[in-house]
Structures are given as structure tokens and as C-alpha cells.
């Protein structure tokens, strides 16, 4: 395992302690090992050394040894009899937002409530509201986290899905079998959140090929096993298919397999008027097959341009394509540059210095810091009277880096009532303020869109963070009109971010032409909290694929000067 996942595995062993009620010391021990291993530069690997872990303040010599075999992919005897000795309904109750371990304990020690069905029951019966600590909001709380659970029951994370899929094909192809082979499904088309994996191969040994999929060391049960499909569960709970198909058919299965559903019933429609037949199997007139090499000769067939997987969502590129007037879409290596960053004046775990080192080495040529604001306390947000040393840091590091750009800029709260939590006078300091977001959610539509909107109106605010707040399989989007912020920061002036955490993707890739078309520009930012968070700008550019979005929408796509003279402009505009 790597540190990340070992991180994952010992903050799960405290989360378990508090489900057997152990004590204080014994959780906090663990929490706080994971988080001092979190925050340390220790590159962990079957090598690493006890004594090293040990001089990391917080890691003892006992969950040293533990993060020793973790590190050889062996999970600790004590993790597994933690986990064996809980119901594991208990464990499951665990996905309801706002219903922690401590909470999940009391319900089964004083009510016997062993899993979800029971807890549901229980709050229909309203047998929950009465118990102390609880409550009838809390009970409402739990209810509606019961739905959201049901709702992604069988529903991933496109970059955890991805990752998977693309081990399964790594193995596949280095088998020696495969002469073609692609994930399809909405994993192809860069949904944020997939049912399944879906692969399309070609080979000559299908049987091979076959055993090999069925085999792997992540899957967990094999559901059906054939020479042209087979079905596997992987450990993670991903479904996922193989179909093998013929050398000449692999261009049309994969464009059907591809999808979506709503494109191909489009793309069927449209061939049905050429006196065509399309199906997996092939384009047939006269029951005559037409030879297509790849994808991009089936839509020449209708003489149309080549549809990029991301845009088959059967909203206009059907259209686009038959006039030729497809956008350009953008790539990875079009952004120059990342924004909204945090680093350890706050709740990241890097310093500037190393964020700048990393971001070099990645091959950027500027990017723009904003720690928390003072709201933030949880997160380490940066009081008033910090503001002058944090600024005077981030000139130490620019001024040491003199060939690549440092934009400095505050991620500032709007507050309840739509003010900042910054005076003017400290917001003018910064080149450009990022404003978001971060508590009372449940504020009705009006007063959460007007909150917003005012924000938006102040004279410093030049980017508009995670504007629905969204986190993707856990927490749906705070009540606003997106259109209707879409209209205010065309008219104040204000951009707004596609926020890549895989665990928002907000502002959402269906509200992106709006922008466009309301001259919005957008940021691509990864929000990161670590060097390794820098990377999942790939999964803002996914969605900027998917909503049309070209290099002239897209700021940190510009050349560094032109991003300085766009930050001063709307400065100064305001």
C-alpha cells in the first residue's frame, strides 16, 4: 500500500475502536499517527524502516510495526479482528452524513439498531427524536442521509472507477493476447460518477483473455463467464464487463458500448434516414457492411465531424457535427498554470516553496495561492493580524522564483448575510480573491442565491469557488438558482472555478455552456491540500470537455501575462 491508503487504514482502525467504545487515548493514538504520517515528507514503500516511522512525532513503535506490514499489503491482525468483531450493518450506517461512530454506538447499545433498515424504521416511527443528543432535525438529518445512501448505493467516484479500469487494461494488454482494446461506458465519456466499468477487446484467444480478466487479484466474485463476455465484481464493489469482439468490429462495438444511450438512439435515428442499419455489430446498407478502420470513419460515413466520447450526451454535437461547428476542446497540456491551492499557513500539508517546486517539475509556469480565511478557524484560516507575514511569505517565495509567476491571492468565506469575512482595505492587498462558500448550507433558494450574488458584488471578489457546493456521493448541492449566480458574475465581473476535487466537479459540466455563452470565464483548480492534489486539475479539464469549453473561455489556459493583465483589469474595473 501506499502512504495514502495507509493513512486511509489507520484513521478506519480508530473510527472502529469508537465503535467498540474503547477509550480517548487508544482513538486519539491513531487519529494522530494518520494525521502526523499524512503531513510528513516520508515516502513509504516495503523498504521503509521502523526507526524512520518512529521519528515522525505521533507514530509510536506499535503502529509503526502496523504501518510496516501495511506497507507490504498486509492488513494488521488487529484491523482485521476490529472488523470481524462489528456488525457489519454498523460499518454501513457509517455512509450516513451527520451520523458519526459515537452516535452509531449509542443506537445499537440502547436501541439494538444494527443496520440501515432498522435505523430507517426507526426515524419513520419517529423513535429517534426523542433520545438525548439526537433531536427531530437530527432525525430528519438522518433520514435524508438514508436517501442519499440509497440513491449512490451502487454509484463511484469516476476517479476511483478509473483507476481500477485502467490497472484491468494495463494487465490485459501486457498479457500478450489483446490486439485492441478501450474502456467504454460513461468511464470513456469522463462522467463524475459511474455505475460500472465497461471494456471493449479484441483478440485471438478469447478464452486466455477471459481467464486472465476473471483472474485478477481484484476481483472479488466472478458473475458470468463467456468466450464474448464476462461480468466480475472487484473487491471494491465495481461491476465490471469484458466483451470480446471481431478485429472489424471493434470500431462499432466501441461506439455503441461507449454511449451514452440518448446519443446512439440520435446517432441510430440519423443513419435510419440514410437507409443505414447501425448497431455494435456494424453500419449495414442492404445488409451490406460499410468498412469503418476506427471511430472517426463512422461519422464520416454521415459526413460529420468526429465526436469526442466526453460530448456524446446527445445534447447538440449530433447537430454540431453534421455543420461542422464542434467546439475545440480543450486538453491536459493546455493548462499553463494552477489556482486555489492550500498550503501549510492554513490546512494544506506543503509549504509554498514546495508547491512552487512541484508545480515547476509538473511543467507549469505560474500559479495563484489562497489559503483560508479567518472563518475558516477548523481550517487554520489566517487571522487579521497574519495577513502581513502571509503575504510577506509568498514574496520570499516569488522573489525566489523569479521565472515563475506567483500570483497571491485569500480564499475569503461569504458569510451568512453575503459579506466577506476580509475588510476592503486587506482584500486590496491580494492580486486576486477567490470567495466560497463554507457554512449554513441549508439556507432556503432565494437567500442562498441572493448570499452568493452579494458576494459576488464586492469590489475585490474576482473568482467564484465550488459555487453549488456539492461533494459528489455525499452531500448534494446547497439550494441555489446556478443560472441565475451564472448572470450575476457575467455582470459583476466575476469568474468562476470548475472545482476539481473528484469529490465536487463543481461548477457541473450540464451548467457550463451557460457560462459560455454569458462570456463566464472559467478556472480550472484543483483545490489541493497536498503536492499529490495538484493532479487532480486532469479531472477540471474532464468536465471542461464535457461542457464545450475552449482555451478562450478558460483563464489559466492563457499565457502567464495575459492572466497578471486579466487580474488587474477586473481589479481595477471594480
Known sequence: MDKKEIVSVLNKISILYELKGENFFKIRAYQAAARALELSDINIDSNTLESELISIKGVGKSIAAQIIELSKNELPDLYKNLKSSIPAGLLEMLKIQKLGPKKIKFLYDEMGISDIGQLESACIENRIAGLPNFGKKTQDNILHGIELVKKFSEAFLYSIAAGQAETIVEKLQSSGHITHISIAGSLRRKKGVVKDIDIVACTQNPGDAMDIFT???????????????????????????????????????????????????????LAKKSGIKMNEYGLFKNDKLIKCRDEKEIFSVFNMEYIEPELRENTGEIEAAASRSLPGIIDDKDILGLFHFHTDYSDGNMSLRQATVRLIEMGFSYCGISDHSKTAAYAGGIADEKIAAYIENTNIVKNEFKEFTIFSGIESDILADGSLDYSDEILSLFDFVIIAVHSSFNMNRKAMTERIIKGMQNRFATILAHPTGRLLLARDPYDVDINEIIDAASAYNVDIEINASPFRLDLDWQNCKYAKEKNVKIFINPDAHSLEGFNDYRYGVNVA?????????????????????????????K
Not at 471494491?236 to 461507449?258: C, K
Not at 482555451?551 to 474595473?573: E, F, M
Request: hydrophobic letters at 35%.
Open 215 to 269: 483472474g485478477l487479484s481484484q476481483v472479488s466474485e466472478i458473475t458470468a463467464k463467456g468466450e464474448t463476455k464476462s461480468s466480475v465484481r472487484l473487491k471494491s464493489g465495481i461491476n465490471a464487463d469484458l466483451r470480446i469482439v471481431e478485429n472489424f468490429q471493434y470500431p462499432y462495438a466501441l461506439h455503441h458500448f461507449t454511449g451514452s444511450k440518448e446519443h446512439n438512439t440520435a446517432m441510430r435515428s
Open 545 to 573: 470537455r464535457k461542457g464545450w469549453l475552449e482555451k478562450t473561455d478558460i483563464v489559466n489556459t492563457w499565457q502567464a501575462d495575459k492572466v497578471a493583465l486579466h487580474l488587474s483589469r477586473k481589479k481595477q474595473a
